[in-house]
């Protein structure tokens, strides 16, 4: 078992490593410039995070928060910032272009793979690693970049899964949070997909840059397990009013809504306003996906007022009961006993443990 927890964990942590440095080799051949190569050196963070959850967890999670998620987003969002950021990649050629370029890279391939198994050499697979290479190179930097940002949040899910698990969550609420970001993922990819898509979004670089901002602030909720977390509350809890009771009986739910609110749907909400009312973007799923946030956004306040007003029914209906269960334990469990009675025999007829006990010769007379 333990060798599968370490084989997990580090093949997860590989993922990320790949995927990133894959990040890193498109912004290089977008920019032309191999100084960006150094982005890959955000790779060493996950390497020490690696070394020291072997070494003190045993390559198992951490409470409340991963910090391999977390890592992997910092070695890959600036790499999407940057391919977004360059409007060449915006824009791709024409479909028959693109199609002949297509035809003419998969035929110089095939001719490579036939060659590569008539010479069966080193030389020659170095050589089809190359030309599969250039073909992907020769793909549609619009493509790429949104090619990127799928597979992104798709190993956002699959990491989380692979990863072993802590003490801080069970598997039911691990399926809880994958199911929760799955949705999450979709909400996020259609938002940079159909708001980064716009021309007049394009001519704003100030507005790309607030895009982005919202993108990266709504992946913060990927590495935190808190949205699943039940927190058993103790009695004396009950007992110092709404807020303690409140905030420690629906935290999961308190975080789920706070998420939701100011995480994503309310930002989300608000750049798809702005764009409508200031910038004049109107489309038809633009107007569908605000209208979404806006009712998530209201539902979720309905349901803040909703649990509380369960807590505070719940406080009105206990105050007998609690006073009860809180009073002073000054009555003994057994009545009419106290340790003089004990002692001297005497309870007032019930008879205690010493009569109780059968007197044998053994007893009366110790041995030396």
Request: charged share 15%; hydrophobic share 45%; net charge neutral.
């Amino acid at each position: 078992m333990e060798g599968l927890v370490l084989l997990n964990a580090l093949a997860t942590r590989l993922l990320f490593l790949l995927h990133s440095l894959v990040g890193v080799w498109r912004v290089t051949e977008v920019k032309k410039e191999p100084l960006y190569w150094l982005l890959a050196l955000l790779n060493l963070l996950l390497f020490l995070e690696t070394g020291l959850t072997l070494k003190f967890k045993r390559g198992r999670g951490y409470k409340w928060f991963s910090p391999a998620i977390f890592i992997y987003l910092i070695s890959i969002v600036p790499s999407l910032w940057l391919l977004e950021m360059h409007h060449e990649t915006q824009h791709c050629s024409s479909q028959s272009e693109g199609m002949s370029q297509n035809t003419s890279s998969k035929e110089n391939f095939n001719q490579t793979l036939m060659s590569s198994e008539q010479a069966n050499g080193a030389d020659d697979l170095i050589k089809t690693a190359k030309v599969f290479v250039n073909n992907l190179s020769t793909v549609c930097e619009k493509v790429w970049t949104l090619g990127l940002h799928q597979t992104f949040l798709l190993m956002l899910i699959i990491g989380r899964w692979l990863l072993p698990i802590g003490g801080g969550i069970t598997r039911d609420q691990l399926s809880q949070l994958l199911l929760m970001f799955v949705g999450t993922a979709a909400d996020i990819l259609e938002f940079t997909s159909e708001t980064l898509e716009e021309q007049n979004v394009r001519n704003s670089p100030a507005l790309v840059y607030a895009i982005l901002v919202i993108w990266t602030w709504s992946m913060l909720q990927f590495p935190l397990d808190l949205a699943v977390q039940h927190v058993v509350c103790p009695l004396s809890v009950a007992m110092r009013g709404f807020p303690s009771l409140f905030f420690c009986q629906y935290s999961a739910d308190l975080w789920n809504i706070g998420i939701s609110i100011f995480i994503q749907d309310g930002p989300f909400l608000v750049v798809r306003l702005i764009l409508m009312t200031y910038f004049k973007v109107i489309n038809q799923m633009l107007v569908f996906f605000a209208a979404k946030n806006f009712l998530v956004v209201v539902l979720q306040l309905y349901r803040l007022v909703v649990l509380g007003l369960d807590v505070r029914a719940s406080l009105r209906n206990r105050p007998g009961r609690l006073k009860a269960e809180h009073s002073c334990p000054c009555e003994p469990a057994v009545s009419g006993i106290s340790p003089g009675d004990w002692a001297s025999g005497s309870n007032g007829g019930l008879g205690t443990p010493l009569q109780a006990l059968p007197v044998t010769p053994e007893h009366s007379h110790p041995t030396p």
